[in-house]
């Protein structure tokens, strides 16, 4: 099917990457967003061989790469064990990386390449809810307005989606994130996600993220991860004591925590496991996160939502009708994402939560144990997304990114 007229309520990757491949199907597309720039919940995200599949079919990954880290390996300890080490590279025959890249970079990638596309672009417009109009959907905003009837919107509002009944439930624990320089001295290795834990309540992270936009000098995600519960008591307290804090778990951050002087430096986010039970609706589909959010401890979230995308576009492309299309993109992806929905959330508590039990065992069983084949190639399939081969029915290929230009990060 070509020729829709399509309305995309959101410009996270998820909307972008849809607009994209919805205007190369032949549809009309209009694309509308709240704000005029991405907003900073979280300064990076990681990059997977699931969502780079998407981003080389959009012609976008080699700027991915300039504008990224690629990233060979994950790798935590708690205490001197070392309790995660995860090598893309173990995974036999391919020689896959995730990138790690600040969330304004994805951004701009995407957004330049739907301006370069025409497509257009209604920013400061607050999406409040939507009505269908015999077989058609119109949009209405918070200003009380109403669009005119379109054959298709795409709901890709993420987590708090006004176009959906609310579902899930917020997680206790949340993260505070900030960009800082990338450290000079070799203290870390600019191709490692890094993660230092004390039990599960214990987390900081360093996540190379490239050359964000304004930037000239490579970039560390730094993350701290604080239950939402305790936002306001780690105000009030100021900076010293929590410095002493990652200091005490990880002594290297030092000439990470030198670059902060003001708390407003941390945006903090909170995280949300949610799934859609009936992400297709009559002229509506929802994806990306708006279909299904999760913790990012999995980092999947922003590859789920590209490849949602990609599904939905194949969908209308193999269907007569509209929503036989958005049905056929759902069904696509359907048992990746609840395959995913299922592992973050059973590994989330073993990173983030305040058993004692749960890191125990992490620490002083899977850790170990994680170190041995099959248990590497499985770890790094997981990471990857790949689990349950979510590629093959959507004809994406995990082999692309061996033929694209590698960019160091530092
Ligand atoms: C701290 C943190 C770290 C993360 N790390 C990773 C990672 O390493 N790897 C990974 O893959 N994923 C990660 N994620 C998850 C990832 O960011 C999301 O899964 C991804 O951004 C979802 O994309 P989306 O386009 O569906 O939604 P969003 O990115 O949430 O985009 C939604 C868009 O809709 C707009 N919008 C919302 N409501 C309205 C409204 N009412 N009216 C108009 N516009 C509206 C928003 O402004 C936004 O532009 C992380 C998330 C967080 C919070």
């Not at 997680?171 to 191709?191: E, K, M, N, R």
Request: hydrophobic residues 45%; proline residues 7%; contains cysteine.
């Amino acid at each position: 099917m070509r020729g829709l007229d399509i309305a995309i309520a959101g410009c996270g990757p998820c909307g972008l990457a849809a607009a994209l491949l919805l205007h190369r199907g032949g549809h009309q597309v209009s694309l509308f967003e709240r704000f005029k720039a991405p907003q900073p919940i979280g300064s990076g995200l990681m990059l997977q061989p699931t969502g780079m599949a998407v981003l080389a079919k959009l012609g976008l990954l080699d700027a991915a790469l300039a504008r990224g880290s690629r990233v060979d390996r994950l790798f935590g300890m708690a205490g001197k064990r070392v309790v995660l080490d995860v090598h893309y590279a173990a995974m036999r025959g391919a020689a896959t990386f995730g990138i790690g890249i600040h969330r304004a970079s994805l951004f701009a990638i995407l957004h330049e390449a739907v301006l370069r596309a025409g497509i257009p672009v209604h920013s400061g417009r607050t999406l409040a809810g939507s009505a269908l109009l015999g077989k058609k959907r119109a949009l209405h905003f918070s200003d009380g307005q109403t669009s005119a009837p379109y054959d298709l919107v795409i709901d890709a509002l993420g987590t708090w989606t006004p176009l959906a009944p609310p579902t899930g439930r917020e997680l206790t624990y949340g993260a505070l994130w900030a960009s800082l320089d990338w450290p000079s001295d070799a203290t870390f290795d600019p191709h490692t996600l890094a993660q230092r834990y004390a039990w599960a309540s214990k987390m900081a992270g360093v996540l190379p993220i490239g050359i964000p936009p304004g930037a000239t000098t490579p970039k560390a995600a730094f993350f701290w991860s604080l239950r939402a519960d305790r936002l306001d008591a780690w105000r009030e307290a100021g900076l010293a004591p929590w410095k002493a804090e990652v200091a005490a778990l990880w002594p290297d951050c030092e000439t990470l925590l030198d670059q902060i002087h003001d708390p407003n430096q941390l945006t903090f986010a909170r995280y949300a496991h949610r799934t859609l039970a009936a992400p297709a609706e009559p002229a509506l589909a929802h994806i990306g996160d708006a279909w299904h959010s999760a913790s990012p401890q999995l980092g999947q979230g922003a590859n789920m939502a590209l490849l949602d995308a990609w599904a939905l576009a194949q969908g209308l492309g193999q269907e007569d009708s509209v929503d036989a299309g958005v049905r056929q993109g759902i069904r696509l992806r359907r048992r990746h994402v609840l395959t995913y929905q299922w592992l973050t959330a059973l590994f989330t508590p073993v990173y983030q939560s305040d058993s004692r039990f749960v890191p125990l065992i992490r620490d002083r069983l899977v850790g170990p144990l994680s170190k041995l084949w099959p248990a590497t190639a499985i770890q790094a399939s997981m990471v990857s997304g790949l689990v349950g081969n979510p590629l093959l029915p959507l004809g994406l290929d995990k082999a692309f990114h061996v033929a694209a230009p590698l960019v160091e990060a530092a």
